[in-house]
């Protein structure tokens, strides 16, 4: 059974958002996304300190399956990218809501948070 945990926000093109602590968010797939991409072999991620709008490419993931672009769920700036995936993207498929987290980042708007969906409202999502 695929998890969507509570304490997460969601958007449709299956990214979660942390909660907000400092003014910064941790940014990963969902569960969904991984089980849908299957073995992930590569992650692509931004440099730090470059900043990005609500809904633009920020990275490739790519699997056994596809290559897939990652779409930033809330403006902000690059403070951290997980330097565990260069090694090992596997960690994706295996924790993606903690080790295989993709970046954190700094809010330019924390008011974009209010549009994100709930776990109810994105396990829905994926359900219809």
Do not use: R
């Not at 909660?19 to 990963?28: A, C, F, L, P, R």
């Not at 330019?108 to 219809?128: G, R, T």
């Amino acid at each position: 059974m695929l998890n969507h945990p509570d304490k997460f926000q969601y958007v449709k093109t299956h990214e979660y958002v942390s909660s907000v602590e400092n003014d910064t968010v941790t940014i990963g797939i969902t569960d969904f996304a991984q089980d849908q991409l299957g073995d992930v072999t590569f992650v692509e991620l931004p440099k730090i300190g470059a900043s990005f709008s609500i809904e633009k490419k920020f990275g490739v993931i790519e699997s056994v399956k596809s290559v897939s672009d990652l779409f930033m769920p809330v403006s902000g700036e690059i403070i951290e990218v997980n330097p565990k995936l260069d090694s090992s993207p596997e960690l994706v498929n295996n924790d993606c809501y903690g080790d295989g987290w993709l970046v954190k980042i700094k809010l330019a708007n924390a008011k974009e948070l209010n549009n994100l969906m709930s776990a109810q409202e994105y396990a829905k999502f994926i359900a219809e």
